[in-house]
């Protein structure tokens, strides 16, 4: 199986529609070896359509949600009820509405000091996946400026190879975030990643066609060790790209 594929759609709802059946096939077969799936989401604005579309039905119904285990790719360092909290876009999307048990989601808890809760959320993720901390499915956005999870441009957070979970001082957003790094991520079986929009173009283009520039483009540095990194863009995402 290559190491990267692309799903280009003609519109948003088309790719939400497409991305989230590819996330519940995925989930049915890793279910169909495995007594659980362990799925890290993205945060944002938009995984939400995404997450309100699993949430419903007819998907709703196929997905063995019981057997999902939910972490987050990154988190704002707020507290979970605060507008900008990914958990709190996440619960009001998919939790409640799909009716998902709580205790299988795992939270970054804001309530320490950043690098107390990314240690915390480390030691979390050893517990829950083992020594390997290998995710079944990892789910990420694209921001404008190339940066995946809190994966920022020129950030330090980016040549961190040591630890699964760090914190960021974003400086172009003033704000303290927790955050997956690269090795955390590349180790994963299947990373989706998710954007639409004429915004996004710039970046899907040199993140994948783009000169090697990682430290500028950060997205660049998701090249899966094993697994399969797959692209799903609406046609404006992907305007610029030519495979
Ligand atoms: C976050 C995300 C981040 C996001 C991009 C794109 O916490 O903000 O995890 O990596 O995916 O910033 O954001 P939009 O989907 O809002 O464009």
């Not at 007594?35 to 995404?50: D, E, K, Q, Y």
């Not at 579309?53 to 360092?77: N, Q």
């Not at 660049?220 to 790209?241: C, K, M, N, R």
Request: hydrophobic share 40%.
């Amino acid at each position: 199986m290559p190491d990267r594929e692309l799903h280009v759609y003609p519109d948003v709802t088309g790719l939400l529609q497409a991305t989230a059946r590819f996330l519940r096939d995925k989930i049915k077969a890793v279910l169909s070896s495995n007594p659980h799936c362990s799925i890290a989401l993205s945060g944002g604005n938009t995984p939400r359509a995404l997450y309100q579309l699993m949430a419903s039905d007819p998907i709703r119904r196929e997905i063995a949600w019981e057997k999902l285990r939910f972490f987050f790719g990154d988190e704002r360092f707020v507290p979970h009820d605060h507008p900008d909290s990914n958990f709190r876009m996440v619960t009001e999307s998919l939790f409640e509405p799909a009716g998902i048990d709580m205790k299988n989601v795992f939270p970054v808890d804001t309530s320490m000091s950043p690098p107390q809760a990314a240690a915390a959320y480390q030691k979390t993720i050893k517990a829950q996946l083992g020594a390997t901390g290998i995710f079944n499915i990892v789910l990420l956005g694209l921001g404008n400026d190339a940066h995946t999870a809190s994966l920022f441009p020129h950030t330090n957070v980016l040549e961190e190879r040591s630890v699964w979970v760090k914190e960021v001082h974003v400086k172009s957003l003033d704000s303290w975030r927790i955050t997956f790094t690269v090795p955390l991520i590349t180790t994963a079986q299947t990373i989706v990643f998710l954007a639409h929009g004429a915004s996004k173009a710039a970046a899907v283009k040199h993140v994948l066609e783009g000169r090697n520039d990682p430290k500028s483009y950060p997205a660049q540095y998701i090249v899966p060790i094993d697994g399969t990194v797959h692209w799903f863009l609406d046609s404006e995402a992907g305007a610029g790209i030519s495979s």
